[in-house]
Every structure is written in structure tokens, then in C-alpha cells.
T-cell receptor, first 115, second 110 residues
Framework: DAGVIQSPRHEVTEMGQEVTLRCKPISGHDYLFWYRQTMMRGLELLIYFNNNVPIDDSGMPEDRFSAKMPNASFSTLKIQPSEPRDSAVYFC?????????????FGEGSRLTVL | RKEVEQDPGPFNVPEGATVAFNCTYSNSASQSFFWYRQDCRKEPKLLMS???SGNEDGRFTAQLNRASQYISLLIRDSKLSDSATYLCVVKNNQGGKLIFGQGTELSVKP
């Protein structure tokens, strides 16, 4: 069974450009999470969805960041305009509700560099 | 104050050593606790859950102290393949949000 799929795996862009990161969760999972990881701040939760509805976006740094989940099999995280401090690895993860295992299944991440 | 705090390390230990990692959490409403492992430039993966009575999985032992809001992970007879970053994770059952600590880096040397 396919895991969480993220694209692109790597992106290098210039400050001011729009960046769109994509995620396909595991089929049947009803929670989807976006995390950002940097050396300084570790793994930070940006936003998460339950059944395609955003539940908590308190981790979204500022208005330049937005996330959508138009259907159960697709989510995007958009940064517009991008800044050098947005450089990080962005992880998408999904899990099934009703299980208390706490097991999140992560994608391989999208490594973003903003010059 | 961060919701989940860990000593970032690095811990450099020889093969065969026993090493312990600690983690504290600030939200007393937290209900579930876990340890994840992250290899260099890879995604995090679940290592084990942490139960109130403590639990063991082979060479790994996890402990929880709710009164002190403290979680630990003990690795016995460490192997070279244990080299990774270990992330403490806390879940507040309201809403299913999982909060990760910054991670503790372990390097096991021959």
C-alpha cells in the first residue's frame, strides 16, 4: 500500500516567489497534518485537518501561509510570498481516527530552500 | 516555554552502552505519549508508545511519570544502528493533535 506522498521532494526558489507543496495522504486516513522542521525549532505543527476540515491552524506562522484540503486524497500548503526564513523541510503526515496508537505516517518531506 | 522539552544532545556512546533520554511536557491534560525515531534526512517513524505502567520492547524501555510530567526512554546494549534522533511526542486527546519535542540526537560509536 502506498504511503503518504509529497511533492516536490526538493524546491529551490527565490524570495518573493510563490511555493506550493502537495500531499496525498494514505487512503482511508481521516487526519492530515502539516509540520515544518528546522534545526533551530525542531518539528513544528503548522495545521491539521480532520475529514478535510481544518481543525487547528494556530501553528501557521503568518498570513503568507495557507493550507487547503479540497478532498480526502489531496492537500496543499502554499507560501506566498516566500522568504529565506521559510527554508525548512515540510512534512505531511496522516493517521486514522479511533486508534490511540499515536502512529502518524509521514511522507518523505519537501525540502524548501528560499534564496 | 515549549510544550515538550528534550535535551538535544548529542549523546555519544560506545556500542553496548546503556543510554537514557528524558522529556518533560507542560500540558497536564496530555493523555498519550510516544517516542519516535528519525534517521538523518528521513521522516520520523513511531518507535513505541509509552504506557502509565511503563513498557518494554526488546532493548527499549519507556517510562511515564504523570505527577512530574516526565517521560523517559532507556536503550540497553546500544547498537550502531540505534544512531538517530529520538523525538518525544505528546498527544492531547482533544482533537488528536500530536506535539513533538525537538529531539535528542544519539550517536553510537564502535
Amino acid at each position: 500500500d502506498a504511503g503518504v506522498i509529497q511533492s516536490p521532494r526538493h524546491e529551490v526558489t527565490e524570495m518573493g516567489q510563490e511555493v506550493t507543496l502537495r500531499c496525498k495522504p494514505i487512503s482511508g486516513h481521516d487526519y492530515l497534518f502539516w509540520y515544518r522542521q528546522t534545526m533551530m525549532r525542531g518539528l513544528e505543527l503548522l495545521i491539521y485537518f480532520n475529514n478535510n476540515v481544518p481543525i487547528d491552524d494556530s501553528g501557521m506562522p503568518e498570513d503568507r501561509f495557507s493550507a487547503k484540503m479540497p478532498n480526502a486524497s489531496f492537500s496543499t500548503l502554499k507560501i506566498q510570498p516566500s522568504e529565506p526564513r521559510d527554508s525548512a523541510v515540510y512534512f505531511c503526515a496522516s493517521r486514522l481516527a479511533g486508534l490511540n496508537t499515536g502512529e502518524l505516517f509521514f511522507g518523505e518531506g519537501s525540502r524548501l530552500t528560499v534564496l | 516555554r515549549k510544550e515538550v522539552e528534550q535535551d538535544p544532545g548529542p549523546f555519544n556512546v560506545p556500542e553496548g552502552a546503556t543510554v537514557a533520554f528524558n522529556c518533560t511536557y507542560s500540558n497536564s491534560a496530555s493523555q498519550s505519549f510516544f517516542w519516535y525515531r528519525q534517521d538523518c534526512r528521513k521522516e520520523p517513524k513511531l518507535l513505541m508508545s509509552v504506557y502509565s505502567s511503563g513498557n518494554e520492547d526488546g532493548r527499549f524501555t519507556a517510562q511515564l511519570n504523570r505527577a512530574s510530567q516526565y517521560i523517559s526512554l532507556l536503550i540497553r546494549d546500544s547498537k550502531l544502528s540505534d544512531s538517530a534522533t529520538y523525538l518525544c511526542v505528546v498527544k492531547n486527546n482533544q482533537g488528536g493533535k500530536l506535539i513533538f519535542g525537538q529531539g535528542t540526537e544519539l550517536s553510537v560509536k564502535p
